[in-house]
């Protein structure tokens, strides 16, 4: 219950969370939203074809589908997971705080009503939010929850796809399996709001090839935490998970966790922080190549340092060991335990935690290997100057302007571009504006309004036809009485002339 900052009594209901409710519906209400659907409905043999199928309920498709709802056009939302478990902050997410700063008004989409913020001072008030430095992982998820139900997305959870397959005629098909059992979705257009491993999945080193699945997982596999209590723990790498990874595991009871850290050095600046301004966010997609690898590149080496609060959770325990310089040479499994070869000697473990990112990996996607061998890659678009080769930008996908796939040759793939990658992947052609809190805002009114755009360019004729059957009259004939034109013309010949009185014109100053 909200507390009054003042007597810590509970607040009057204005500051509590229907309140906010209310105001929120007043706003969509006084802005038009949501927008008349518009977009002319479709069947194909007997079967409602969806304006737009979103696959993937977690923020970036939370915040698409309120966009697209904006513009009138409608949206359906498949995700596999349970309700209230999209997207990574109540399963794989182990931080203990987002790492963006609280003020970021994320996918409220201009509106304060549907801010974090506005959601937390409604239920705790203006002075715990001064006090509050972060906001919790655990939060965030409740707010997207609330998010959700005040927006009215239509999400399907516990709807897996397992093909996706554009067609010659303007169609996209889509697989899917449900507790109700298999069934064929069709769509004018797909969006894939899948996340940061969208295309792909875990970067899995040459090293944990052969090791035995139980002795080892990644940072982003599902995972009880409290198997790992007494355990000598590794972690390979000092990002951000990694850190998470390795104080779930101390705060969890793990004998000692060990990071093995190929660098001689974490870095210090997050590069990428300096990098989100406005000018970047709405320009990035003009940039010419050269200026868009470099960026992304250069972001790319200068790595990203794990968040201050976040090694601090790890280096407060005596038991917790960073190995600098320390890259992992080859992994051998002993029993039940895992000798872990390195330049800097071999250390004797009982699990290892992976912490070496996500990479786009269509093998990793089999609901994809439709599309997958026509999608064009930027490795077909730009040849970076030597030294400044990057793998992750190679692969990732060459976008056009509403986030679509090109295919590598015209015509291989009739209807690709009708599928449109809204997740990590697209920050090498857009900007990250699919995915991150900082401009998911930006990136879905992008997608929602090109959308509107193609929408409206392919029924043409029939919003032509529309508008030649339109009829609502705005005068019914009422409104005036029409005149004696020749009795008019008679009295106004017969009136004498009047000259009026003549007013010199006004002179320019010429001083």
């Not at 927006?151 to 897996?160: C, I, K, L, M, P």
């Not at 899948?194 to 090839?209: K, V």
């Not at 490795?379 to 796939?405: H, I, N, T, W």
Request: include cysteine.
């Amino acid at each position: 219950m909200p507390l009054n900052e003042e007597t810590n009594h509970p607040s009057p209901a204005s500051t509590g969370l229907a309140a906010l409710e209310q105001r929120l519906k007043d706003d969509l209400s006084t802005l038009g939203w949501p927008a008349r659907s518009w977009v002319p409905p479709r069947s194909h043999a007997g079967q409602a074809v969806v304006d737009v199928l979103i696959i993937g309920a977690g923020q970036a498709g939370l915040a698409a589908s309120a966009a697209l709802a904006q513009l009138g056009i409608r949206a359906v939302l498949l995700d596999r997971a349970p309700r209230d478990h999209e997207g990574p902050w109540a399963t794989t997410a182990r931080m203990e705080t987002l790492r963006s700063p609280k003020e970021l008004t994320g996918p409220a989409l201009g509106l304060p009503s549907l801010t974090f913020r506005a959601w937390f001072e409604a239920q705790w008030g203006r002075a715990a939010w001064a006090a509050l430095d972060k906001i919790p992982r655990l939060q965030w998820m409740d707010y997207l929850r609330w998010y959700r139900r005040v927006t009215g997305a239509d999400v399907r959870n516990e709807h897996a796809v397992t093909a996706l397959r554009p067609r010659a005629d303007a169609l996209v098909e889509v697989n899917v399996q449900s507790p109700e059992g298999a069934a064929t979705w069709l769509a004018r257009r797909v969006v894939l709001a899948t996340g940061r491993d969208g295309l792909g999945g875990p970067q899995i080193p040459a090293f944990m090839q052969g090791v035995d699945r139980s002795r080892w997982a990644h940072s982003s596999d599902v995972l009880d935490y409290a198997t790992l209590r007494g355990l000598r723990v590794g972690v390979v790498g000092a990002g951000s998970s990694a850190m998470d990874s390795a104080a779930t595991a101390l705060e969890s009871g793990a004998a000692s966790v060990d990071l093995l850290v190929r660098r001689n050095d974490l870095p210090r600046i997050n590069k990428s922080k300096g990098s989100g301004v406005p000018g970047l966010t709405h320009g990035h997609h003009d940039l010419p190549d050269a200026w868009k690898w470099r960026l992304r590149h250069y972001i790319n080496v200068q790595q990203v340092p794990p968040p201050h609060g976040s090694t601090l959770r790890v280096s407060r325990h005596p038991n917790a060991h960073f190995h600098l310089g320390c890259p992992v040479e080859r992994v051998e499994q002993q029993g039940n335990t895992l000798r872990v070869a390195t330049p800097r000697g071999t250390f004797v473990l009982d699990f290892l935690i992976v912490s070496t990112g996500f990479a786009i990996d269509w093998l990793q996607k089999p609901e994809f290997a439709h599309i997958a061998p026509h999608v064009r890659a930027w490795s077909a678009r730009y040849q970076p100057a030597p030294g400044d080769e990057d793998q992750e930008l190679a692969d990732s996908p060459d976008l056009g302007p509403v986030f679509e796939f090109q295919p590598k040759t015209p015509g291989s793939c009739p209807g690709l571009e009708r599928i449109h990658c809204f997740c990590y992947p697209a920050a090498l052609s857009h900007g990250t504006v699919s995915g991150d809190i900082p401009a998911i805002s930006d990136g879905a009114r992008r997608l929602a309004q090109g959308l509107a755009s193609l929408f409206y360019r392919e029924d043409i004729e029939q919003h032509f036809a529309n508008l030649q059957a339109y009829a609502e009259p705005e005068l019914v004939g009422d409104e005036w009485t029409v005149a004696d034109t020749a009795q008019r013309v008679e009295q106004l010949q017969a009136q004498p002339h009047v000259t009026p009185n003549a007013q010199p014109l006004p002179q320019p100053d010429r001083a």
